[in-house]
Every structure is written in structure tokens, then in C-alpha cells.
């Protein structure tokens, strides 16, 4: 783990930059690294099929997300399947033959390419939630039945952010995808899944295409956003 324990020294300039973030007066602090590759994550869909890490490396990374992001009673709901290779594009081909199936042929026309831009990315990561712990926990603490469903999936959004904010810090590009229903089942089938693991995003990554660049991106005044109270 010695490369997650590398410690980033100086503030950072850029982060004073952003959009939202050029309203506040900048105080700075040794959390500059972490915000500034918080800033830097963006959705990307130019994907290449390289990587600029190991597989072991990415890996490395899902891993340690998962054993570091909380979950409610630290039930460890989540889970993560990392598909590299031949693996990795059969998923895109189970999107595009489900999408065939539900679709008129001009709609699956103008979608599919989409779809492939996704299975030309390097590696896909597939992120569930283990019913069976959420059932576990409805049963065993029943005054807060209600909330282990809303909280493992808040959970297992805490675990895409980070995955995804350390994928772009190694040079990374990456999506969020929600194909879930559509092809929880078959994903099932071919990867050998618990069926109790219920499918919640598909994650697409690789290297961005050359000259890819982030599309600015709007945000609301953080007056309105952000209450402080001294
Ligand atoms: C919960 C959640 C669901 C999302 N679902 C999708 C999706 O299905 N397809 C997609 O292309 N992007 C999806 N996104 C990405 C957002 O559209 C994107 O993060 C947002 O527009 C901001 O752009 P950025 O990622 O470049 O900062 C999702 C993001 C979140 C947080």
C-alpha cells in the first residue's frame, strides 16, 4: 500500500480555480491534495482502451474503498466486481443486446453508440449492495428498519465517489452508468454472481482520448447551497 500512503506536499493553486470554488475566499490547509483531486474527478466518455496503472494497481484501489468506506453499523454492504479484458466487454455487449431486445431499431440504433463508447474503455467496475446484509440488519434492529435500505445505498454511492476520485488521481477516466435492471439478470449469469447482490452502477474506465477535455460545468451559488452558522 506504500503508494496510497505517499504523502502530496504544497497547497494546491488550482483549486481556487474551479467554478464554485472561486467565490471562496481561500484559507488553505493540508487538505488541499484531497480537495483539489476532488475537484478533478469528472464524468469522462472519450475512453481509450488503455490503462495508466497495473490491473493489480486498480485493484489495489477498489479494495482498499471498499475496506475504508463507512457503512451504517459497519455492515459492510457493499460490494465491487472489477471486469478487465474479455470480461470487461462482454458487459457492454450484454447492455447492447438487452437494449436490442427492449428497443425499435432506430432508438437502438441511436443508443448503442453510446454503449460502445463505453466498452472502448479499458476495464469496467460493477458496484452492488448485498441484500442480505440490508435484511440482516431490518431484522436485527428493527426500530430503524426503514433507513438500511437508504443508507446501504448511500453507502455504496461514498464508495463509487472514492473509487472514482483515486482512479482519476492515477490518470484515469470514468463514467457512472445505471443499466441495472435491464441487465442485472444476465450479469448474473455470465460473472457468476450472488443472487443476492443487487446490481446499483456500472463504472467504465480508462485512459481519456487525446484532446479530451472537461466540459465546464454550472453551479448554483454556494450561498444557496452551503448555510453557516459561526
Ligand atoms: C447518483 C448519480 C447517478 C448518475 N448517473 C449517471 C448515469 O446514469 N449516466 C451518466 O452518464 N452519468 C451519470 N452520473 C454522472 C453525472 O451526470 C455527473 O457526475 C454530473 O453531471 C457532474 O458532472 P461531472 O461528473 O463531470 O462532475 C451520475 C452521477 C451520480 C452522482
Not at 436490442?100 to 437502438?108: A, G, H, M, T, V
Not at 426503514?146 to 461514498?158: K, R
Not at 467504465?204 to 465546464?216: D, Y
Amino acid at each position: 500500500m506504500s503508494n496510497l500512503n505517499r504523502s502530496r506536499v504544497g497547497p494546491s493553486t488550482k483549486l481556487v480555480n474551479s467554478t464554485a470554488a472561486a467565490r471562496v475566499k481561500p484559507v488553505g490547509g493540508s487538505a488541499d491534495a484531497f480537495l483539489q483531486a476532488i475537484a478533478e474527478r469528472r464524468s469522462v466518455y472519450a475512453l481509450t482502451r488503455k490503462s495508466s496503472i497495473p490491473d493489480e494497481r486498480v485493484v489495489e484501489i477498489v479494495q482498499h474503498a471498499v475496506l475504508h468506506t463507512p457503512t451504517s453499523f459497519n455492515s459492510q454492504s457493499n460490494r465491487a466486481v472489477v471486469l478487465f479484458g474479455e470480461n470487461h466487454v462482454r458487459l457492454w455487449d450484454v447492455v447492447a443486446e438487452s437494449l436490442r431486445k427492449i428497443l425499435p431499431p432506430e432508438q437502438f440504433e441511436g443508443m448503442v453508440g453510446k454503449v460502445r463508447s463505453f466498452q472502448a474503455g479499458y476495464l469496467t467496475i460493477l458496484y452492488f449492495i448485498d441484500t442480505k446484509v440490508v435484511k440482516g440488519l431490518e431484522e436485527q434492529f428493527k426500530p430503524y428498519a426503514e433507513n438500511f435500505a437508504p443508507w446501504a445505498q448511500q453507502s455504496i454511492g461514498m464508495l463509487q465517489s472514492n473509487v472514482w476520485v483515486a482512479l482519476e488521481e492515477e490518470g484515469l477516466g470514468a463514467s457512472l452508468q445505471h443499466y441495472s435492471n435491464l441487465i442485472e439478470a444476465e450479469v448474473k449469469k455470465v460473472y457468476n454472481i450472488p443472487e443476492e447482490w443487487s446490481l446499483v452502477a456500472q463504472q467504465p474506465v480508462g485512459v481519456p482520448a487525446k484532446g479530451w477535455k472537461a466540459p465546464e460545468k454550472d453551479a448554483k451559488p454556494l450561498e444557496e447551497t452551503v448555510k453557516v452558522f459561526h
